[in-house]
Every structure is written in C-alpha cells, then in structure tokens.
C-alpha cells in the first residue's frame, strides 16, 4: 500500500468514525423501543428546544399516539402544532391546532392555540389574484376568536390581520373589474365595482371603484344606442353622488369630478330620441 493509499484509507476512516459518532448521538436524542412516556416526551421536547422541528413533529405525534389520555398527550399535541408552525408548514399547523382545540377545550392554551389556527391561514394567504379561499378561512377564524375571546390582548391584532385580508378580496374583486373594463365589457364591471362598494366599503378599493365606475357608466354611454345613453349617462351622475356621500374628501375626488362632468355636458348635448321602425339595432 503505497502512501498516497494510506492517507485516502485514513481519511476515509476518520469520516466513517465521525459519521458513526454522529448518528449514535442523533440516535439518543431520538425515542427508542422501551423509552417510558416520561423519556420519550422529554426527547420530543429537547428537538423542539434545539429548533429541530422536523424531528420533533415525528417524536411528539409518536407520543400522542402513545400517551392517550395523559398530560403528555396533551402537551405533544399542543407541541405538534407548534412544531410545524414553526417549520412553516401552516397547513398542517393549522390541521393539529384545530385538533387540540377540539380535544382540550378547556386547556389553558386553548386561546393561542385558536390565534394561532387563524393565523395559520393567514400566513397561507396567497396574493390576490390567486384563490382565496385560505383568505375567508383566516378572516372567519379571526373573526371567531374575536368572538370568543372579547378581552384578549390579542384582539385588536386579529382584527388588523381581518381588515387586511378583506382588503385582498377588494383588490381580487377590483383586478376582475379591471379586466372586464379592458375588455369591453361594461356591465360586468359595473357589478363588479358595486360588489367592492357593498361588501368592503372600508377598504381603500371602495373609493376607486366609485370613481371607475363612473367613468365606466361614461364609456358604456357612448358606445351604446342613443335611446339607452341618457339611462347611462344618468347612473354615471348618480354614482358620482354616490360618491360625495361616502367619500367627500376622497383622495380621487377631482378625478370623479371630471368624469360626472363629461357625463353632465353629454346629458345637455344629447337631442330627443328618433324611433326609426325601420332599423334593427344590435347594439346595447
């Protein structure tokens, strides 16, 4: 064996030690076959506390599933929950909070494990234009933990994250009034804007939905038949009104301003409708 040989046998060695040495000592802080509830519960603890969360996920679902009916039960549960917040993995997080809350109902840690349920979905949140349904899960759990716990030092960040999230689905509902305005389609985009204004007056989408609506009421009017202008050109002052009565210092308000305006000087130029028996129209 030459001396190159030699050193690679050796090296090779030293990695096969440390890598022996290294799973014996994850070995120990894993539950082993024998480990009493007591012993496997404190390990499960201990991964937690070194921020090993994976591990620790596996070993406390391991002592639920063993300790049935105990406090160590209880704690793994609250524990597993934990566990895979902390991870980011806040679909399951909010799974295993649920599950304590349903099987500890009187738990002192009931409350956070509730907030953090909510929060949970929160944090699954996706950007607007993408489904929202983990967005109405959140602001339904938020709004249940406001409910149930009215004193709570954390109500008033429930209802932050609340407001937040309605704000998402305003914007969800704009985006969609924004494509059928680029598309043509006026209709869909006046229901559209009153949808923002009846379901989320509060968020800041409302009042730009008062204001594109107007100028959609503007341009629905032009290009539609002339007996149907004045009815259109009518509702684009109408929710122009609208607007000063909900936002009349609103920061668009000079924008509004011109858009009712053109539909006033329309109003006054239009002349009287001419029925022409002889014409079909398919325009609306």
């Known amino acids: 064996m030459n001396l190159d040989t030699k050193k690679l046998v050796k090296i090779l060695s030293s990695f096969l030690i440390l890598a022996l040495v290294f799973t014996s000592c994850k070995n120990k802080e894993l539950i082993q076959p024998g480990d009493t509830i007591e012993v496997a519960y404190n390990k499960a603890k201990g991964l937690y506390d070194k921020e090993k969360y994976g591990d620790a996920a596996d070993a406390f679902e391991r002592v639920f599933s063993l300790a049935r009916g105990t406090q160590y039960a209880q704690d793994s549960q609250y ?28 738990s002192e840690r009931r409350e956070d494990a509730d907030f953090k349920e ?8 996706p950007r607007y234009k993408i489904d929202q349904q983990y967005t109405k899960r959140a602001i339904e759990k938020f709004r249940l933990y406001n409910s149930r716990y009215p004193n709570s030092e ?16 305003a914007h969800k509902l704009f985006g969609a009034a924004q494509l059928y305005m680029r598309t043509d389609r006026y209709e869909a985009a006046i229901i559209y804007y009153d949808l923002i204004i009846s379901d989320y007056p509060e968020s800041k989408w409302a009042e730009r939905a008062l204001v594109n609506e107007i100028e959609a009421y503007n341009i629905y009017a032009e290009k539609s038949v002339r007996d149907k202008q004045d009815e259109r050109y009518g509702k684009a002052v109408e929710t122009y009104e609208k607007y000063i009565q909900l936002f009349p210092n609103g920061p668009n308000r000079a924008e509004a301003e011109s858009h ?13 409708v001419i029925e022409d028996n002889n014409s079909e129209s398919g325009t609306n």
Do not use: M
């Open 118 to 125: 909510a929060l949970s979905y929160y944090k699954i949140s």
């Open 79 to 106: 524990y597993l929950a934990q566990s895979h917040f902390k991870r980011g993995r806040y679909l399951l997080a909010a799974s295993e909070y649920q599950r304590y809350s349903s099987l500890y109902p009187r």
């Open 154 to 169: 954390k109500v008033q960040e429930a209802a932050e994250y609340i407001t937040e999230l309605r704000s998402k689905l």
């Open 260 to 272: 009712v305006d053109k539909a006033r000087v329309a109003l006054a130029n239009l002349g009287p």
